[in-house]
């Protein structure tokens, strides 16, 4: 499995990004995903995953109310972020791993992150 994460940048606090994740799949449907992130000088956290069906969603309860997390049928994962903190600056990573329940944070396979930094 090959993740590619794209949609990072620079964005003002209060501001929304749009990251996306692209997996190099043939079942794609059969994968939980999920998206970790890392700040500087800081471990690695959770923030949000979803189930191999769609139907459930976990979040950390630093994004919960602000981050969506959804998926498409066409191998695709997105985090939609709204009301972005300066606090939410980081390395954003893209995971995927069979296990059906979503709130385990093990996770198989991980892509090559994409930076997000948040302004204030």
């Known amino acids: 499995v090959q993740l590619q994460a794209s949609g990072g940048g620079l964005v003002q606090a209060g501001g929304s990004l749009r990251l996306s994740c692209s997996a190099s799949?043939?079942?794609?449907?059969?994968?939980?995903m999920g998206w970790f992130r890392q700040a500087p000088g800081k471990r690695r956290e959770f923030v949000a995953a979803?189930?191999?069906?769609?139907?459930?969603t976990d979040y950390a309860d630093s994004v919960k109310g602000r981050f969506t997390i959804s998926r498409d049928n066409e191998n695709t994962v997105f985090l939609q972020m709204n009301s972005l903190k300066p606090e939410d600056t980081a390395v954003y990573y893209c995971?995927?791993?069979?296990?059906?329940?979503?709130?385990?944070?093990?996770?198989?396979?991980w892509g090559q992150g994409t930076l997000v930094t948040v302004s204030s």
């Open positions: 979803i189930s191999w069906h769609g139907g459930n």
């Open positions: 995971t995927a791993d069979r296990s059906r329940l979503v709130t385990t944070k093990a996770y198989d396979y």
């Open positions: 799949v043939r079942t794609f449907g059969s994968y939980k």
